[in-house]
Every structure is written in C-alpha cells, then in structure tokens.
C-alpha cells in the first residue's frame, strides 16, 4: 500500500511535470531554428 501511494505521488508530479517539458522544448523549436538559420547564413 506504501509503495502505491509513493508510486502514485510522483505520477501526479511527474506527469504534469513531463508534460511542461515537452511543450517548452516544442515552442522553442522555432526560436533554435532561427538562431541556426541565422548562423548558417553568415
């Protein structure tokens, strides 16, 4: 029972957690690909 509550704690943190991750690292794609493009054109 302690070991599903523990299990279950950090799935309702690291969830969440993976999931702001993610949309950080997709919304500055864009940005990285502008800085490379920039880059490669001097």
């Known amino acids: 029972m302690n070991r599903?509550?523990?299990l279950l704690a950090w799935l309702l943190?690291?969830?969440p957690l993976a999931w702001g991750v993610a949309r950080s690292v997709?919304?500055?794609m864009p940005l990285?690909?502008?800085v490379s493009?920039?880059?490669n054109t001097k």
């Open 4 to 6: 599903f509550k523990l």
């Open 13 to 15: 943190v690291g969830l």
């Open 26 to 28: 997709q919304k500055s």
């Open 32 to 34: 990285f690909a502008a």
């Open 37 to 39: 493009q920039a880059v």
